[in-house]
C-alpha cells in the first residue's frame, strides 16, 4: 500500500503530465483511431461516448465506447481536472462491478489484456431510462439541491413535523445531520439539464419507466447495495448512498450503464476500531466526491492546482481503503493509454 507521503509524491511528480492529452474528439480527427472516423462522439461532463452504425460487435451488438477524463464536476459544473481521477475511478468500478454483476448485470464487455486502469470502458450501446437510481442510507449533510439532507433541513426550518420525498413520508424529527436513516431509501431523480428527485410514480406516469421496470431497477439495486455494504464491512466502511443508471439491451434485459459503487457516484464512510463512524472537524471520514464539494466557495470556481493535487491524493487513499490494494497507476501519456486500449477493444470485438 502507498502511504500518504509516497501518493503525495506521485501526485505531485506524474500528476501533470497523465493529466495532458487530446480529447476524443480531436484524437480522431487527428487520424489516430481511424476506425471511429464516421463514429458520433458525445461529449459529458466525466466522460465521452462513441458510438455508431459501423460499431457493431460480431453478434451484432451496438458498441459505445466509454472515455474517462480527469475533469471533475460540482453543482452541475466543471471544476477543472484532477490527476489520476480517470484512472482511480476506473480501477474502483472494476473492482465493484465484480461484486454486483450477477445482480444488476451490466452492459459492458470483457475484453482480454485490457488492464482495470484503463480509461476505455467498452459497453453495448444500451437504450437508457432517464434516470438516476438513488438509494440512501444515512442523510448525509451535502450541498446538492437533490439531496434528502437540503430538503429535510428547509423542512426543519418551516417548523414541519412531516416532509414528502421521493414517495417517502419521513418524520421531520426523526432525522439528524448524518445519522441513519429509518431504513434503505430509493430516491430516483430525472436526468434532466437540471436533476430533479421525483417520487417513482411520477416517473412511471411520465413514461420515464413502467411500473414492472422500476420495480426490477429498484429491487436488484437494494440486493446489490447489501452485497457493497457486507464487502464494505470487512474494509471497515459503510455505504452511505450511491446512484446506478440503467438500460435495455438488445435482448431485451435491465442492466447497469456504466460507473458503480465508485467514489463519484457513491459515499463511503469510515469506521473507527470501536465500530462507530470515524469523525474529523464534527463530520464522518468521507470518501467521495463529497470532499471537492466542500472545496468550493463560489459559483464558477476551478480548482487550483494545489487543490487538485489534494483532491487526488484523497481519491488514492480512497481507492486503496475500498479495494485493500496498492495503487499501480500507468504512468504513460494520456494519448498512448487511450489509443492502445483503444485499439485492443476494437481488434477484439470488431
Known amino acids: 500500500m502507498l502511504d500518504s507521503q509516497q501518493i503525495s509524491e506521485l501526485v505531485v511528480s506524474h500528476g501533470a503530465t497523465v493529466n495532458v492529452g487530446r480529447s476524443i474528439r480531436q484524437l480522431i480527427l487527428d487520424g ?18 462513441v458510438f ?49 454483476a450477477p445482480v444488476l448485470g451490466s452492459s459492458q464487455f470483457s475484453v482480454p489484456n485490457l488492464a482495470p486502469v484503463t480509461c476505455v470502458i467498452a459497453a453495448e450501446n444500451l437504450e437508457l431510462f432517464q434516470l438516476e437510481n438513488v438509494l440512501r442510507l444515512y442523510n448525509a449533510e451535502s450541498s446538492t439541491s437533490t439531496s434528502l439532507y437540503q430538503h429535510w433541513s428547509e423542512a426543519r426550518d418551516k417548523g ?23 431504513y434503505l431509501m430509493d430516491t430516483p431523480s430525472t436526468k434532466d439539464c437540471e436533476d430533479r428527485t421525483m417520487d417513482p410514480k411520477s416517473l412511471i406516469m411520465a413514461g420515464v419507466c413502467t411500473e414492472a421496470q422500476y420495480t426490477q431497477i429498484r429491487n436488484s439495486s437494494l440486493m446489490a447495495f ?31 450503464a456504466d460507473e458503480l459503487y465508485t467514489m463519484d457516484s457513491s459515499r463511503f464512510w469510515k469506521l473507527g476500531e470501536d465500530g462507530q ?12 466526491k463529497e470532499f471537492a ?33 496498492a495503487f499501480s497507476p ?21
Open 226 to 256: 447489501g452485497l457493497v455494504s457486507s464487502y464494505l464491512a470487512t474494509r471497515e466502511m459503510v455505504l452511505v448512498d450511491t446512484k446506478t443508471e440503467h438500460g435495455i439491451n438488445s435482448q431485451g434485459q435491465i442492466v447497469a
Open 160 to 182: 414541519l413535523e412531516v416532509m414528502h420525498y421521493a414517495g417517502h413520508e419521513i418524520s421531520v424529527s426523526d432525522l439528524t445531520v448524518n445519522g441513519r436513516l429509518p
Open 52 to 100: 455508431g452504425p459501423q460499431l457493431t460487435n460480431r453478434d451484432g451488438q451496438p458498441l459505445r465506447l466509454m472515455f474517462r477524463n480527469n475533469r471533475i464536476s460540482t453543482h452541475d459544473m466543471n471544476r477543472g481536472t484532477i490527476p489520476f481521477k480517470d484512472q482511480v475511478l476506473a480501477v474502483n468500478h472494476h473492482h465493484m462491478l465484480n461484486l454486483v
Open 330 to 350: 500507468d504512468l504513460r501519456s494520456r494519448d498512448e493509454r487511450i489509443v492502445d486500449s483503444t485499439q485492443l477493444v476494437l481488434d477484439y470485438l470488431l
Open 293 to 325: 464539494r466542500g472545496m468550493v466557495t463560489n459559483k464558477r470556481q476551478q480548482f487550483s492546482a494545489e487543490q487538485a493535487n489534494e483532491i487526488a491524493v484523497r481519491y488514492i487513499q480512497g481507492l486503496q481503503h475500498l479495494t485493500g490494494e
Open 32 to 49: 489516430e483511431l481511424p476506425r471511429l472516423k464516421e463514429a458520433t462522439i458525445l461529449e459529458g461532463k466525466v466522460s465521452d461516448s
Open 277 to 288: 463512524l470515524l469523525m474529523h472537524n464534527g463530520r464522518p471520514v468521507s470518501f467521495s
